[in-house]
């Protein structure tokens, strides 16, 4: 949420929460590069609540007013994913961010959102007040278990690919989807490792800050931890030659603690709340892959 307390504002005036159009954006950017992350401009803002994976979406969250004013936002990333051979609606809860004198008010956007019937919702960014929320609200905690691992370089074992248009090529099944469907996501780059025998193995990360330093790369998917492990001073050295010195690795995505690792003491909490086992939920098709704060 927003600590900048706003100028001119009446806060007993009348609040109401309405869905966020893709007509409000621009307002809506705007809001958000204003009150909550200025490094991200307005039309960075606007463009990431757009989702690059095809959705039928209801909105794009949730936006409180006061007196036709903006003072407060929920987004939302909505994707209908596979679980267990159903398909399954979930809603990402994203950027929340409340003006000061409406905080009391602002609890209106998180109902608004988890008032939707028939969704998984999952917060896989929430700041430290909000994950007391989450639990009261009837959240679980994912197994975030983190490891920092130092890129090193070593010997080659794989052949790396970077570009999008070649990965795709050489992908089949549901990594191919995956990468069409995130191929345009800001925050995130992809890269495919392939051995001398052909196996192979996709990798989504972002850069990640931690105290302000965009130092690491966060890795999302894996889609043979196996093959990373045995090929990760490549990915080492290619993550290293574009500034990225460390690997933050969710043993969850990972498959098990990374060789040299050393596992965080507090690593950022993720949540779920909806009818679907834990396992079932990872960072794909949410605002980790749109929002590159």
């Known amino acids: 949420m927003a600590d900048l307390p706003p100028t001119g504002l ?7 929460v ?15 590069h204003d ?17 690059t994976w095809p ?7 949730f936006l409180l007013r006061a ?33 000061e004198p409406y905080r009391d008010r602002g ?25 007391a929320i989450d639990e009261r609200l009837g959240f679980r905690h994912l197994d975030t278990t983190t490891a920092l691992v130092p890129n090193l370089p070593g010997p080659r074992r794989a052949r790396l690919y970077d570009d999008p248009a070649e ?20 925050a995130v780059h992809h890269v495919l490792l392939e051995e001398p025998s052909g196996a192979r193995c996709y990798v989504v990360y972002r850069p990640s800050r931690r105290r302000g330093l965009r130092l690491f790369a966060s890795l999302l998917h894996v889609s043979d931890p196996a093959l990373l492990r045995r090929c990760r001073p490549d990915l080492a050295r290619h993550l290293l030659a574009r500034g990225l010195p460390f690997t933050l690795a969710e043993l969850r995505v990972t ?8 596992l965080l003491r507090q690593p950022r909490p993720k949540l779920v709340r909806g009818d679907v086992p834990v396992e079932a939920v990872d960072d794909l098709y949410s605002e980790l892959v749109l929002v590159p704060w």
Do not use: K, M
């Open 107 to 131: 609890l209106r956007l998180l109902l608004a959102a988890l008032g939707q019937r028939g969704h998984v919702f999952t917060d896989l960014s929430p700041s430290g007040s909000v994950v």
């Open 255 to 262: 498959g098990g603690r990374p060789p040299g690792s050393v």
């Open 67 to 99: 007196e036709d004013r903006l003072v407060g936002v929920q987004l939302a990333f909505y994707a209908d994913r596979e679980v267990e051979g159903r398909e399954v609606r979930f809603c990402n809860l994203g950027a929340w961010c409340v003006l």
């Open 18 to 32: 309405s869905p966020v159009h893709r007509s409000d954006l621009p307002e809506v950017g705007a809001f958000l």
């Open 10 to 16: 009446v806060t007993g005036a009348p609040v109401r």
């Open 55 to 61: 959705v039928d979406a209801p909105n794009h969250g």
């Open 167 to 186: 990965i795709e090529r050489r992908l089949t099944g549901t990594d191919r989807v995956v990468l069409r469907d995130h191929r345009h996501a800001r």
């Open 35 to 51: 009150h909550l992350d200025p490094r991200l401009s307005a039309a960075a803002w606007a463009a990431a609540a757009v989702p």
